[in-house]
């Protein structure tokens, strides 16, 4: 039995930048570029695996959200979307609060800056 394992990301915003509730919260794939504001965003991880046609598949979901909540209840918010699985995923260490991207801002006040990710050319294939 074949196994793929992937990082997907997950953000849900549901918060516009001036405070107020969005009428439709609208679920992105990426990481927000601002990911480093621990005020306006909250990070969640967890893992799904399961199998179909022969295949063993190890979705490591990656969450964002702009609204704080208990684990359980963060992913309930996007639990449709867990099983979906996205080919080949994002790179783990750019799902999560390790690295900064090219694309990330950073502002002193969130804290320390975190180190950027270094790549390999072989890590942009997706």
């Known amino acids: 039995m074949e196994t793929i394992e992937v990082h997907n990301i997950y953000t849900l915003y549901e918060i516009e930048v001036d405070g107020t509730e969005v009428e439709t919260p609208i679920l992105g794939f990426s990481r ?3 990911w480093g504001d621990s005020s306006r965003w909250h990070y969640h991880q ?9 295949t063993v598949y190890i979705n490591n979901c ?6 704080e909540r208990n684990s359980v209840e963060a992913f309930q918010c996007i639990a449709s979307y867990l099983f979906m699985v996205m080919m080949p995923g994002r790179i783990e260490q750019l799902a999560g609060k390790e690295f900064l991207d090219e694309d990330d ?5 969130w804290g320390e800056i975190p180190p950027y990710y270094e790549s ?6 997706y």
């Open 32 to 34: 927000p570029q601002d």
């Open 62 to 67: 990656h969450l964002w959200q702009n609204v």
């Open 46 to 54: 967890c893992r799904v695996q399961f199998s179909y046609g022969g």
């Open 120 to 125: 390999d050319e072989e890590d942009y294939d």
């Open 105 to 109: 801002f950073w502002d002193e006040a």
